[in-house]
């Protein structure tokens, strides 16, 4: 617990650090090593499976999807179509024995990158709607609402360990993930309610000189309804996760992280969130 909670304060002030100095862009290029790194795992937790994947053409495809998404709006489809071309095409290059081999490989390539690059590519697009002016402030909306998105999927995992470990008895999903609990789920929702009605209230009614809202409406309440939103997506995204673990035989994605796993271990509950969050963006008032 105590290496966990270290590499958790030490990843997220670095995370902090890259966002403060780089805002909008260092946030891009945070997520995009976040997200290249989950889907080279999940690539290897399919190959546990059984569904090699096409690493090279995947990866390569998925590390440019979002820097593209971010630097020319809108092209973000146009780079994963671009990817497929290129991968299906690729299987007339072999040699008649192989061709077999390499198609199989398309499914397992193409699911990963829906399911990581493509889905996490929405942060790019909250921060593209949300907009980067930020008058006098620190940070445009558009930042603070993926921040905000972030930390209420996170907190739903925080409240979920805390409460399920003090008082957590009743097993959720035990052939999936013995560990969690339906007090911790409960726990989990009302953390990020919390913490989704906490953050706009702050700033806007205490620390006023860092986000700038624009015409942008958020209140606390809308904060605290839409984190339980989140809370839903994050709790899905990490049973999934959880699910291919455990068909995989595998307790962690990866080790890259002390005490923590993998990045797919930090970035599963964040992976239905992002399209959860930038849908909810259009039920705000602007």
Known sequence: MIL???????????VALVVYSLKETGAMW??????????????????????AANRLSGLITGGCLIPISYYFEGY???VLAIGALFASAACVLFPQAQRGMYIKRLMPTFFGLLFVSFLLQYF???????????????MGFGLFFALWIVIVAKFSDIGALLIGKAIGRTKMAPSISPGKTI????????ASAGMGALLPWVFQEKLTEIVYFGD????????????????LSAVIGDLIASVLKRLASMKDSGGAIPGIGGLFDLTDSLILAAPTGYFILFFLQK
Do not use: H, K, M
């Open 4 to 14: 966990r909670s270290f590499s958790t304060i030490l990843l997220w002030g670095l």
């Open 30 to 51: 945070v997520l995009n090593l976040c997200a290249t790194l989950t889907l080279f795992e999940v690539y290897t937790i399919l190959g546990r499976l059984g569904y």
């Open 76 to 78: 973000g489809v146009d």
């Open 124 to 138: 790019v697009r909250v921060l593209q709607i949300g907009g980067s002016e930020n008058g006098n402030c620190f």
């Open 183 to 190: 007090e911790g789920l409960i726990g989990g929702f009302a």
């Open 216 to 231: 942008w409406i958020f209140l606390p309440s809308q904060g605290a309804l839409w984190g339980l939103l989140l809370a």
